[in-house]
């Protein structure tokens, strides 16, 4: 039992280039998030789908997409990266409705320079 | 939208001594609130949580308290030991971000032998 995988675990890009970050969980969750973290800043929610089917914005969306993809795998895409994206990602999922734990991915180190 | 603040943003204790972490969230409708640990390079992990219909909630060393009416939460440590150094996050869940959390901004804590 696997939890959430991400992939890639590290990626240097440069300004200007396309990338997709890969999420996928073998719990049976409906809801999926995508977090940046950033020294001093905590988790920030970039975007979520609380279900299979729907994905709505969270605090810092601007310069993202998402994609749900079915109910295991949620895609994060950065469409011409900037400086300013270089952060750790995190993948997480919960069960479904409000209230529930979530449970993260180990990651994705992206630097852009 | 939500808001939730975290004191102290970092925290040095002596091995044995007790920590607490406190946080305040702004949205009287938020309803559950749980803790994460985050060691040096890894994922988020959560280590406690707590619902509205509960004032306290314990588990071994850890512990957690929640005062609804001046709307915080706090996380207490006893026995701390140099494993518990780590980043702790703090989160609340609010229906007016769907299914998710809203983090706080992390205390570093650093227990010392």
């Known amino acids: 039992n696997a939890g959430v995988t991400q992939t890639p675990k590290f990626q240097v890009l440069k300004t200007g280039q396309s990338m997709t970050l890969q999420c996928a969980q073998d719990m049976n969750h409906n809801s999926m998030y995508w977090y940046r973290q950033d020294p001093g800043m905590g988790l920030r929610l970039i975007y979520y789908?609380?279900?299979?089917?729907?994905?709505d914005k969270g605090e810092v969306p601007n310069g993202y997409n998402v994609s749900r993809l079915n109910k295991r795998e949620f895609s994060l895409r950065l469409e011409s990266a900037a400086p300013s994206q270089t952060s750790v990602y995190f993948c997480?999922?919960?069960?479904?409705?409000?209230?529930?734990?979530?449970?993260f991915g180990d990651g994705t180190r992206l630097s852009i320079l | 939208g939500e808001n939730v603040e975290q004191h102290p943003s970092t925290l040095s204790v002596q091995e044995g001594d007790s920590a607490v972490i406190k946080c305040t969230y702004s949205d009287s409708a938020s309803n559950y609130f749980p803790w994460y640990k985050q060691e040096l390079g890894k994922r988020p992990q959560l280590i406690i949580d707590i619902r509205s219909n509960v004032g306290e909630k314990k588990d071994q060393r850890i512990a957690v308290t929640l005062n609804k009416t001046a709307k915080h939460f706090s996380l207490h440590i006893t026995e701390t030991q140099p494993e518990d150094s780590a980043v702790y996050f703090c989160?609340?869940?609010?229906?007016?971000?769907?299914?998710?959390?809203?983090f706080g901004k992390g205390t570093t804590l650093s227990v010392s032998s």
């Open positions: 989160a609340a869940s609010t229906e007016q971000a769907g299914t998710a959390l809203i």
């Open positions: 789908s609380a279900s299979e089917g729907t994905t």
């Open positions: 997480a999922s919960s069960e479904s409705g409000y209230n529930q734990p979530q449970h």
